[in-house]
């Protein structure tokens, strides 16, 4: 959960998300020493007098064309890396569907016979003492911690988008079209995160709430549906 003046991002809650903090920091470290090195070439130039000791440098044109280059794979492979990872989807414990209306979200345990449910927000009249305003929802997603979990996202009516940023996951909710993406919770808990895309005049009121447990909790909680 974000709080009030954070600069930086939520805590990661699964191994994806770590992997996209972590090249968050490489790719701006990258960015910093780019800067530094180019204010102090500029500051070079400014304090030392002109020369034409550039006029023919082979080397240093060498440097500035193998430098960029070496940069961009340095930024490139990770990245790669982090999309491939996030594309894979390798026999998943739970398969749980959303489907994005105008403007609640409905949610489907495929593995389960009829468990199915509606999810709307918790008015601020009707909100207990404690709660988050414009993040809790009368039914939450419950998931199995440590367990991957496939995601099939579609939509009834317009474009939605299902994002939850502490998880690392944001898949667009298109009608027609079935989008999937996993995640693994790496610890119990509960993640917020709401449509990301912009459906209708109620669109900043279909928050997502996930709460991880540990696997015998959600045995019980699915037992009761």
Not at 101 to 115: A, P, R, S, V
Not at 166 to 173: H, I, N, P, Q, Y
């Amino acid at each position: 959960m974000a709080n009030h003046s954070q600069f930086g991002f939520q805590d990661a809650s699964s191994p994806i998300m770590e992997e996209l903090v972590e090249f968050h920091d490489h790719a701006l470290m990258t960015a910093l020493a780019i800067c530094c090195l180019v204010l102090y070439l500029l500051t070079l130039m400014l304090n030392e007098k002109l020369t034409s000791n550039t006029v023919d440098a082979q080397e240093i044109e060498l440097v500035w064309t193998i430098l960029p280059a070496a940069v961009l794979i340095m930024l490139a492979l990770p990245s790669l890396q982090i999309l491939y990872m996030m594309d894979e989807i390798n026999e998943p414990h739970l398969t749980l569907k959303a489907i994005g209306h105008q403007w609640y979200w409905t949610y489907e345990y495929t593995d389960f016979k009829d468990l199915t449910f509606d999810s709307y927000m918790i008015q601020t009249t009707d909100l207990p003492l404690g709660h988050f305003r414009l993040l809790e929802v009368d039914h939450r997603v419950i998931v199995p911690m440590e367990s991957p979990v496939r995601v099939i996202v579609t939509a009834d009516d317009v474009l939605h988008s299902w994002a939850v940023p502490s998880l690392g996951v944001k898949t667009d909710a298109i009608p027609g079209r079935l989008n999937q993406t996993s995640f693994t919770a790496s610890r119990p808990g509960i993640f917020y995160g709401q449509c990301s895309e912009i459906c209708g005049a109620n669109h900043s009121f279909m928050p997502i709430v996930v709460e991880a447990a540990p696997l015998a909790n959600f045995e019980s909680w699915s037992s009761l549906l």
